[in-house]
C-alpha cells in the first residue's frame, strides 16, 4: 500500500491524462471517514459518495428515498478524510427536475459537502440542466444506462443497450450528454459492445460498472467487494477479500486489477 498522502490529489485533469495514457481509473464509492480516509491512502483515484447509500447504510430497498441533506452529511464527512482522491458526490433522486434546483443543489453538494463534482443520473431530458450547470462551471458525471433511481419507472434493474434500437439511443444519448458540457459519463448496467463503441463515440471519460472492461475506468459498491452485502452479488462485482487478509489488500487487490485489466473478466460482463 502506498501513502496517498505523498502523491499529488487527482483532478479532473488527472483523470482526462489516464485516459489519454490507456492507464484504467479505479474508483469505489465510500459513505465514511474511516473507509473514505482507507480507500484514499490506498490510491483510489476517484470515491463516490453514492446514493446507494440508502440502500447500502441506511437500509432502504432503493435509492428513491435519498435526500439532498443525506448526500451533503456523508459528502462532508468523506471529503474531510481525502488528501489524493477526487470526490464525486450523486445529485439524489429529484433533487435536479430543474436547472434552478439542481444549480441550487449541485452548490449545497460542493459548498457544504466538499464534493469535486457532482453525479446526476440522466438522459436526453436532463440535457439542459447538464448545461447549466456546465455553463457554471460544475463538472459533472453524467451517469445513463440503468439509472437506479428511475427503477420504478424502468420496471426493475434490467441491462441497458442490449437491442439494436436500444444501443443506437444510448450512443445517441452519451454524444448528446457530452455535447452538453458533461465531463465524465458514467455507464451501468450496459451490453459490453454497446459500451465499446460509445467509448470510441466520445472523447471524455467514462467509468464503467457493469458495462464491459472497453471503458476507462471501472467502478463498484465499496460493501460488494468487502464482500459484507447481504444477498447475491450482482454478476458484474466481485469480492475481493477472497485470499485477502484484511480490508486494506482486498482495496488493493481491486486497484490492481483494474489497472492490469484482470477485473472486469468476462463473467463480469454483459453481452
Ligand atoms: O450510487 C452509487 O453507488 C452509484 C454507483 C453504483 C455507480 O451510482
Do not use: W
Amino acid at each position: 500500500m502506498y501513502d496517498g498522502k505523498q502523491l499529488k490529489s487527482i483532478t479532473l485533469n488527472t483523470i482526462r491524462e489516464l485516459k489519454q495514457k490507456g492507464e484504467k481509473i479505479a474508483c469505489l464509492t465510500a459513505y465514511d471517514a474511516t473507509f473514505a480516509h482507507l480507500l484514499d491512502q490506498a490510491g483510489t483515484e476517484i470515491i463516490l459518495v453514492g446514493d446507494s447509500l440508502g440502500m447500502v447504510v441506511q437500509g432502504h430497498k432503493t435509492t428513491v428515498p435519498v435526500k439532498i441533506e443525506d448526500m451533503i452529511y456523508h459528502s462532508k464527512i468523506v471529503s474531510s478524510s481525502l488528501n489524493y482522491s477526487f470526490l464525486i458526490s450523486d445529485m439524489p433522486f429529484m433533487s435536479f427536475y430543474n436547472p434552478d434546483i439542481a444549480m441550487e443543489n449541485a452548490k449545497k453538494l460542493m459548498q457544504d459537502g466538499g464534493a469535486q463534482m457532482i453525479k446526476l443520473e440522466g438522459n436526453q431530458s436532463q440535457i439542459n440542466i447538464i448545461e447549466k450547470l456546465a455553463m457554471s462551471d460544475i463538472p459533472i458525471c453524467a451517469h445513463i444506462g440503468l439509472r437506479p433511481q428511475s427503477v420504478n419507472k424502468m420496471g426493475g434493474y434490467k441491462v441497458q443497450g442490449k437491442e439494436e434500437s436500444d444501443a443506437l439511443k444510448l450512443i445517441k444519448e452519451a454524444k448528446k450528454i457530452e455535447a452538453s458540457g458533461a465531463d465524465i459519463l458514467l455507464l451501468e448496467c450496459v451490453s459490453s459492445s454497446t459500451a465499446k463503441i460509445v467509448s470510441s463515440e466520445i472523447e471524455i471519460p467514462i467509468i464503467g460498472i457493469g458495462a464491459g472492461p472497453d471503458v476507462d475506468g471501472q467502478i463498484l459498491v465499496l460493501y460488494d467487494i468487502l464482500g459484507i452485502t447481504p444477498g447475491k452479488l450482482p454478476k458484474f462485482s466481485k469480492n475481493f477479500m477472497t485470499g485477502q487478509n484484511t480490508i486494506q489488500e482486498a482495496v488493493m487487490e481491486y486497484i490492481n486489477a483494474v489497472k492490469t485489466k484482470s477485473y472486469p473478466a468476462p463473467e463480469h460482463t454483459f453481452k
